[in-house]
């Protein structure tokens, strides 16, 4: 018994020597982390309409007429308005309540990076054009411009040739060019923001 157990203690370095071999031996998949822009690079993340940046889409509303439509985004229209990111001349310019058709005009600050000693924003311009039918609301938002770095070196740029695939894209599609990249973002997430308040607005969810 007593040379049986020296003769498995004398066996434990060389199963675990073994053992730890075994496991290097095992090869893993390369973890794949996800594109933090990858909603910012799918087919049409910036649509473009008769030559123009544009994004449209029909909000459903059971149950609401036209004017009741009409009414809640006049509403959401003009209050957006009076928002703190909003500039001088924000205003809804468009408000037909026989053909039940709004349109508003948007300068807002679109904010890239805020710290204590150093702020990058852009005014952000744009239109909003809406008109109301029994139980929908076809919604665009377009004619976007930006007025950038104000403080020092103005520059105006046009959507159209600033964040469009061929202007903010790399060749590979698969990552947002830095500068131009930054405005893409920031104008998709406002865009996604105010038509899902539209459409909580309208159907309550």
């Known amino acids: 018994m007593k040379r049986l157990l020296i003769a498995l203690l004398m ?20 973890v794949q982390k ?13 649509p473009e309409i008769d030559g123009k940046v544009c994004w449209e889409q029909t909000i459903e509303a059971p149950g ?26 924000s205003i809804v310019a468009v408000k037909d309540s ?8 948007f300068h ?17 311009n744009y239109q909003i054009l809406i008109t109301c039918a029994n139980e929908k609301a076809d919604v665009k938002l377009t004619r976007i411009t930006y007025d950038y770095d104000l403080e020092r070196k103005p520059v105006h740029y046009q959507a159209e040739k600033w964040i469009t ?33 539209f459409n909580t607005l309208l159907n309550g969810k």
Not at 34 to 46: E, F, Q, R, T
Not at 184 to 191: C, V
């Open 11 to 30: 066996l434990i370095p060389l199963i675990a020597t073994a053992q730890d071999n075994t496991w290097e031996r095992i090869e893993t998949e390369p």
């Open 34 to 46: 996800d594109n933090p822009d990858a909603k910012y690079l799918v087919p049409d993340a910036v």
């Open 64 to 89: 609401k007429s036209a004017k009741e439509i009409y009414d809640i985004l006049l509403a959401q229209l003009t209050k957006m308005t009076e928002e703190p990111n909003q500039i001088e001349n």
């Open 98 to 105: 026989v053909k039940f058709e709004l349109g508003a005009v």
């Open 108 to 124: 807002e600050w679109l904010v890239f990076k805020s710290a204590t000693f150093s702020l990058d924003q852009t005014q952000f």
């Open 165 to 197: 695939d061929k202007y903010c894209v790399n060749k590979k599609h698969t990552k947002l060019l830095p500068i131009s990249g930054k405005f893409r973002r920031k104008t998709i997430d406002r865009k996604d923001f105010i038509f899902n308040k």
